[in-house]
C-alpha cells in the first residue's frame, strides 16, 4: 500500500488518484453531484436563458449549471485533475485563492520545519519541549516528527492530519503575533491526545517556523471543508 497511483477517467476529467482510497489525500474534494440538464432552464449565475446557442455547461467543482460566459478553465488540484476543467465564476475565485496553498503553503509544509514540540502523551509529569523536525509526508496525511538530538528517547508518533479536531492559536502576551499552535487529536487507539508546537524565539529560523506554523493552520481548514463535503458513509468504518 502506498505510493501506488492510478489514471482516472471521470465525467469530469482525467485525474491522478491513489490506488487504495484510503491512500486519499484529507485534502482531496469529493466531486459533486451535478444538477441534472432537466432540471435547469437558465444559467444559476447570469440567468440568461438556455437554448441550442446558449448551452449548458457543469461546474466542476460544485455542480451547478452555467452558461460558457459564467465559467471558466481553472486548475482543481484539490479534485486531482491533470488539466484544468470548467469551474463557474465562484468556484474559480475559491480555487485561485486556493492556488497558494497549493503553490508555497504545501511545499513549506513538506520541506519540513525545526519547532519545539510538546507531547502530553508521555507519561511524565515534567513534560519539556523538544526540538524536532516537523514535516508533513508525502501523502499529505500525517505529520511526522523526527528527533534533532540522536540521544533523546522521546518519540512522537505521527499526527493524522485528519485526526486533529482542534488547532489553537498561542501567542505571546507582548505581541498578537502567534507563537505557536495546539493540537487537539486522536491517535491511532483513537484516544484523546494534545501536542503543542512553538517557535523558538532565538532561533535564526523563526520566520521559517512561522510560514510554516501558518501554512498548517491553512491546511487544517481545508482539510475541515472537505470533512464537512464527505459523504457521511465515507467516515464510518466498516468492521468485520
Ligand atoms: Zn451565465
Ligand atoms: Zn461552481
Not at 509526508?137 to 512522537?156: A, D, G
Request: glycine fraction near 2%; charge should be neutral; proline fraction near 5%.
Amino acid at each position: 500500500m502506498g505510493d501506488k497511483n492510478l489514471l482516472s477517467c471521470t465525467k469530469s476529467g482525467v485525474k491522478i488518484i491513489p490506488a487504495d482510497e484510503n491512500d486519499a489525500s484529507p485534502l482531496t474534494l469529493p466531486e459533486p453531484t451535478w444538477i441534472p440538464d432537466k432540471q435547469i432552464q437558465s444559467c444559476s449565475l447570469c440567468q440568461t436563458k438556455f437554448d441550442l446557442f446558449n448551452r449548458k455547461h457543469h461546474c466542476r467543482r460544485c455542480g451547478t449549471c452555467i452558461c460558457r460566459k459564467c465559467c471558466h478553465n481553472r486548475p482543481l488540484p484539490r479534485m486531482c485533475f491533470i488539466d484544468p476543467v470548467l469551474q463557474c465564476n465562484l468556484c474559480s475565485l475559491v480555487s485561485t485563492q486556493e492556488d497558494i496553498f497549493f503553490d508555497e503553503h504545501l511545499k513549506y509544509l513538506q520541506q519540513g520545519s525545526v519547532l519545539n514540540v510538546m507531547n502530553y502523551d508521555v507519561s511524565d509529569d515534567n513534560v519539556k519541549a523538544v526540538p524536532m523536525f516537523c514535516r508533513l509526508s508525502r501523502s499529505q496525511r500525517e505529520i511526522l516528527f523526527q528527533c534533532e538530538k540522536k540521544q533523546t528517547v522521546n518519540v512522537i508518533e505521527p499526527i493524522l492530519l485528519s485526526e486533529i479536531k482542534e488547532m489553537i492559536k498561542i501567542s505571546s502576551h507582548k505581541h498578537s503575533n502567534i507563537t505557536g499552535i495546539k493540537l487537539l487529536y486522536d491517535n491511532a487507539s483513537r484516544e484523546h491526545q494534545t501536542c503543542t508546537m512553538k517557535v523558538s524565539p532565538t532561533s535564526p529560523q523563526q520566520h521559517h517556523q512561522l510560514q510554516w506554523l501558518d501554512a498548517l493552520l491553512k491546511a487544517f481548514e481545508l482539510v475541515q471543508e472537505t470533512k464537512k463535503l464527505m459523504p457521511a458513509g465515507n467516515t464510518i468504518e466498516i468492521q468485520e
